[in-house]
């Protein structure tokens, strides 16, 4: 432990690309460890098993070295409380499970899922919220035995108070009541014996002797669950802090469906990490007009847990902007901006995959920004003139367009192989040609029908630039279609 003995830790989920929310969530930890001289933890909550991948692992690593944050204990680099992964972690959850069940505050379950979605259905029919209805809580201890003795798939569920509530103060919201009767008997240990989220983060945090927890606001209805376990396993628990969510300018919530949210979205456009890191540290200090331009350390000198908004964190692309072109001019000496370009066109090697597909197609090399200079823009701006040399009709193509973006998004490691598969597989479920279905996929993603190879070029900028000049795209092939009458 610490001289302080603050113990902090981000846990960010495998399963996709890492979002912007995160590093907001990372960076509040990171600051509040070093505020207070204390530590700050990484680790890999992949119970999640069919969606988390190593893949998305090492794009989380990664994504929050760019951002400049550095923990003390990891996957990547072992500490005294690991394994830092919690599929590392399966057989150190198995004898908690037994002990809830011992206690006498957890049981058994054998509802199939079809009768758990039955029982939903006809929740929702009545108005009332989904949760468990607690038909196993009535089996006898030989009912128990005689289904597990026949091979009956079993859960393990946590049991909940059935009167009064849940008080607790929360580092934000301060005093908050939640009424056990709106708490759902949370599954604990899952058929296949990994423990759930809740599970799993309560044992885990105990475990690496974490003093603060502080994540997301979306949580909040989930720390009864979390305190619960804490009282039945005898534990201290951590101060809770819950920070407002990251929203878009008209206060919904930020989503991919609507903006771009992926880390690495924003570092494929030039965005360097550490305006990132400053527009979104703002959101935890208190300033004056004049003193936006803050370092890291800065931030943390400045850094007030203690008076923090419950209203939205508003993520203003406009300001973000203005803080990444203050920190190019008044913060990178010709040298260092030398060397940030240098770095940044050969991230994920864009500017050596480019080159080596555009070699083949040029006879000077003052033809390559109109071939290839697409893999280094941050916007096409694509003229809807350019989708109307396509054969196909406007309607046609933005079927294509809205088909397309939500198909790749399953593709689990994304590269030239499992692209083109993807796209084949889409064309062949549309009932079209590929030719057909790419054609519109090349003005999309280059701005121009002679460009690079598709999926070698998709594959080069990533699934969220690529995300995002399909969304712009079926926008602006829209406007072609015109409204629906």
């Not at 680790?43 to 991948?53: K, P, Q, V």
């Not at 190593?54 to 951002?67: G, H, I, N, R, T």
């Not at 969510?245 to 690495?264: E, G, Q, V, Y």
């Not at 697409?374 to 396509?390: G, Q, Y």
Request: aromatic share 8%.
């Amino acid at each position: 432990m610490t001289a302080s003995g603050v113990r902090v830790r981000i846990a960010p989920s495998p399963t996709g690309e890492p979002h912007v929310g995160t590093a907001y969530i990372a960076l509040f930890n990171y600051l509040f460890a070093k505020k207070n001289g204390g530590e700050f933890i990484l680790r890999i909550e992949d119970t999640d098993a069919t969606r988390s991948t190593p893949e998305f692992e090492k794009k989380v690593l990664d994504a929050l070295k760019w951002c400049g944050l550095q923990w003390k204990e990891g996957p990547d680099i072992g500490g005294p409380y690991g394994p830092y992964r919690q599929s590392d972690r399966k057989d150190i959850y198995t004898p908690y499970g037994q002990e809830l069940l011992d206690k006498g505050h957890a049981f058994r379950c054998f509802c199939t899922p079809e009768r758990l979605e039955k029982m939903r259905e006809e929740q929702r029919a009545a108005g009332k919220a989904p949760k468990y209805d607690g038909l196993c809580l009535k089996l006898t201890a030989e009912e128990v035995t005689a289904k597990m003795a026949a091979g009956e798939a079993s859960v393990i569920r946590m049991k909940i108070p059935t009167e009064g509530s849940c008080d607790f103060t929360d580092g934000v919201y301060g005093d908050v009541s939640i009424p056990w009767d709106s708490v759902d008997m949370q599954v604990l240990i899952k058929g296949d014996g990994m423990p759930t989220y809740h599970m799993a983060n309560v044992i885990d945090d105990h475990l690496m002797q974490i003093t603060h927890v502080a994540r997301g606001e979306e949580w909040l209805a989930s720390v009864p669950k979390h305190i619960l376990l804490y009282r039945y396993f005898g534990w201290e628990q951590p101060v809770f802090m819950h920070l407002s969510l990251m929203r878009n300018a008209d206060k919904s919530k930020l989503s991919k469906r609507k903006n771009p949210t992926s880390i690495s979205y924003y570092s494929a456009l030039g965005y360097i990490p550490e305006a990132l890191m400053n527009f979104l540290g703002l959101f935890f200090v208190q300033i004056a007009e004049g003193e936006e331009l803050l370092t890291m350390d800065e931030l943390s000198q400045k850094f007030d847990p203690e008076n923090l908004s419950k209203a939205g964190a508003i993520f203003d692309i406009q300001k973000l902007d203005w803080l990444n072109g203050r920190w190019i001019r008044e913060k990178l000496s010709e040298e260092e901006l030398l060397a940030r370009v240098l770095d940044w066109a050969m991230e994920n090697d864009r500017l050596k995959a480019g080159l080596r597909l555009s070699q083949s197609r040029i006879s000077k090399l003052g033809e390559l920004p109109d071939l290839a200079g697409f893999l280094l823009k941050s916007d096409l701006a694509v003229d809807p003139s350019a989708f109307a040399k396509i054969k196909s009709p406007p309607e046609e193509i933005l079927e294509i367009l809205n088909t397309v973006q939500p198909d790749l998004e399953k593709i689990l490691e994304w590269n030239v192989e499992t692209i083109e598969a993807e796209l084949r597989a889409i064309a062949d479920r549309m009932g079209k040609k590929l030719k057909v279905v790419v054609a519109p996929l090349f003005v999309a993603v280059s701005g121009s029908s002679r460009s690079l190879p598709l999926f070698d070029s998709m594959a080069i900028l990533g699934r969220s630039v690529v995300r995002q000049r399909l969304k712009l795209a079926a926008q602006t092939v829209a406007s072609l279609v015109g409204p629906k009458t």
